[in-house]
């Protein structure tokens, strides 16, 4: 129903940026000044800075998941919609065949641990409006954890063109030290890199990662919400052609099949 696939949209995203940037230097001032754009201690002041407010900001659990967090973002998930719709007509075309209690035996071949929960409180017997509530409670508490994991990187894109402002101030507060010095318009242009190493990262690491995952979650809770329509049509007893028609629909409304489908092949041709 769903599969997992690493995501080469993203790091060619940040390489086209890096690239983009470098060449950009390169064609105007030459290897040279590549170079320079290299500096270790701003480097340090960004990201010292942005982890030590981080590690304030959070808690040590919250960090923990970070690694987990960063990993989705380099992973795709292909929803096969139109088998999603087809496993709960097959559902529908047993319920009302052999009754309920039938479908339990079915649930080997479901691997999605979210559909196999919904169609244990329909055969359970449980009242559809309170089977909507837990799972609906379910994907409220997903919702909740996948913005803790998000809200690391907002913070970190909040903070690091911060941090790299700070860097600025102390290398014009040291260059304002040697204002006879012949070489101020060097010391100048290395007080200015760190706001440019926060800028980029804020701007092409962090927030686009963080819209990322906010996007991954948004889809995760649209198949949620069509496998709880599925769910509540199974115990309902509808008639599976109806079913499918029904849940078709809210697929297409939505225009999310082509979304994803077009997402999917953007990252196969890659």
Not at 201 to 216: D, G, T, V, W
Request: glycine share 8%; hydrophobic share 50%; net charge negative.
């Amino acid at each position: 129903m769903r599969m997992k696939k690493f995501d080469i949209l993203t790091p060619i995203g940040i390489l086209i940026g890096i690239s983009t940037l470098l060449f950009a230097v390169f064609t105007n001032a030459g290897m040279g000044s590549v170079v320079f754009f290299i500096q270790l201690a701003s480097f340090l002041i960004v990201f010292g800075g942005i982890a030590a407010a981080l590690l304030i900001n959070f808690s040590s659990q919250e960090m923990k998941a970070l690694p987990k967090v960063t990993h989705e973002v380099f992973r795709y998930e292909n929803h096969n919609l139109n088998q999603l719709i087809e496993t709960f007509v097959n559902l529908s075309t047993k319920a009302r065949r052999e009754g309920l209690l039938a479908l339990e035996a079915s649930l080997d071949d479901v691997e999605d641990r979210f559909i196999r929960k919904g169609v244990l409180l329909a055969v359970d017997g449980i009242e559809p409006d309170i089977i909507k509530d837990i799972m609906m409670a379910e994907i409220v508490a997903m919702e909740e954890r996948h913005k803790k994991g998000r809200l690391i990187f907002e913070k970190a894109g909040e903070y690091a063109p911060a941090w790299g402002m700070v860097g600025t101030l102390v290398g014009l507060i040291l260059m304002l030290q040697e204002l006879e010095d012949p070489a101020l318009g060097p010391n100048m242009a290395l007080a200015l890199i760190t706001t440019l190493y926060g800028t980029i990262l804020a701007n092409l690491i962090f927030l686009p990662i963080s819209s990322k995952l906010e996007q991954k979650t948004d889809d995760e809770v649209f198949v949620k919400q069509i496998v709880i329509e599925g769910v509540i049509g199974v115990q309902s007893g509808q008639n599976p052609k109806i079913l499918e028609e029904k849940l078709s629909a809210f697929v297409r409304e939505s225009g999310r099949e082509e979304e994803l489908e077009e997402t999917e092949e953007l990252a196969n041709e890659a």
